[in-house]
């Protein structure tokens, strides 16, 4: 047991537009990103679990609607709203995942209830609304997870494909939450949320819940949560990949983390970013896109948030 404990998250990559950011929407995200911190660090700060910490913090960020997660989360072609979730304890892998889920409040539960009430690691569909309903947990309605900006975000884009054309926007393909931590016993834990691609195919499942891909954690190397381009980072099995050069490259978690990111992903198109924490308490926050909305907190209570290339502050 230790004092000292680190908490990083993150609010989606390459969906920022620096000319278009004003500065009352720009503290409104660090904001949200403080929040989140505050959240996981109050229970580290209290001897509690990597793995609450992450919960709190990942709900934190579904409660924003300016993350495409929770209450944010994005639309289908169809006009649904179909999210994502994973978390992953790295004591000794556990794992829960939910896809294509629709209803409970906070995605990253039903998650982890799948994780601690079923012998399963990914539910989708009904299973998975069957376990949230056994857990006790939130469920919400059509009019709390709509947000006029997601809904409008669809319609340009439908009216895009109708004209054949394409505006090249990353926030299509972009939007993504997700924090991991180390605690004071040495501990790791991630946990990712997401709404998924702007008018994606109903059913499409993206990286944030594939264990290996966009969520990962384990005590001996570290814990990861990606957000980007999914379908690459699952093809590459971006957060898996960090952890092996870590075990048997023997490479630090930053050297890890910078070369998937900034050269397997980036040379295939695979633009987004990632957080992870390693072992010894270091961490990684390496994007390859135009920004990555961003945050660290240690014991010190400090909330240091980013969002393009700026250093945390």
């Known amino acids: 047991m230790t004092d000292d404990f680190t908490l990083a998250v993150h609010g989606g990559a ?15 995200y660090r904001a949200g990103l403080a929040r989140a911190l505050h959240a996981g660090h109050a229970i580290l700060a209290d001897g509690g679990t990597a793995l ?13 609607p300016l993350f495409n997660a929770g209450r944010g989360a994005v639309y289908t072609a169809a006009g649904t709203q179909e ?20 209803g409970p409040r906070n995605p990253i539960r039903a998650a982890r209830a799948v994780m601690e009430h079923s012998e399963h690691v990914m539910l989708l569909g009904d299973g998975a609304l069957a376990i949230a309903r056994q857990a006790g947990l939130e469920f919400a309605d059509r009019d709390y997870f709509f947000t006029e900006a997601r809904w409008q975000a669809l319609q340009d884009t439908l009216r895009q494909r109708a004209a054949g054309v394409d505006d090249g926007d990353p926030a299509r393909k972009h939007g993504t939450v997700g924090a991991v931590a180390r605690d004071r016993s040495g501990h790791l834990a991630a946990a990712t949320s997401t709404g998924g691609m702007t008018a994606k195919a109903p059913g499409r499942v993206g990286d944030s819940p594939i ?29 898996a990949e960090i952890a092996a050069r870590m075990r048997h490259r023997g490479e630090t978690l930053a050297a890890a983390a910078d070369h998937v990111v900034m050269q397997d992903l980036l040379a295939v198109g695979g633009s987004g970013g990632l957080v992870a924490v390693a072992a010894d308490g270091s961490v990684a926050l390496p994007f390859n896109s135009a920004g990555m909305y961003r945050g660290v907190i240690g014991a010190d209570g400090v909330a240091r948030t980013a969002i393009h290339t700026e250093d945390l502050a």
């Open 52 to 64: 609450d910490a992450v919960t709190a913090a990942v709900c934190a960020l579904e409660d924003e």
């Open 83 to 102: 999210m994502d979730a994973a978390i992953m304890d790295g004591r000794d892998r556990r794992a829960g995942a939910v896809a294509g889920l629709f």
């Open 14 to 28: 390459g969906t920022i537009d620096q000319a278009s950011l004003t500065p009352e929407r720009r503290a409104a």
């Open 211 to 239: 264990i290996g891909a966009g969520t990962f954690a384990d005590d001996t190397t570290c814990a990861v949560s990606c957000t980007g381009h999914g379908e690459l980072f699952i093809r590459w099995t971006a957060a």
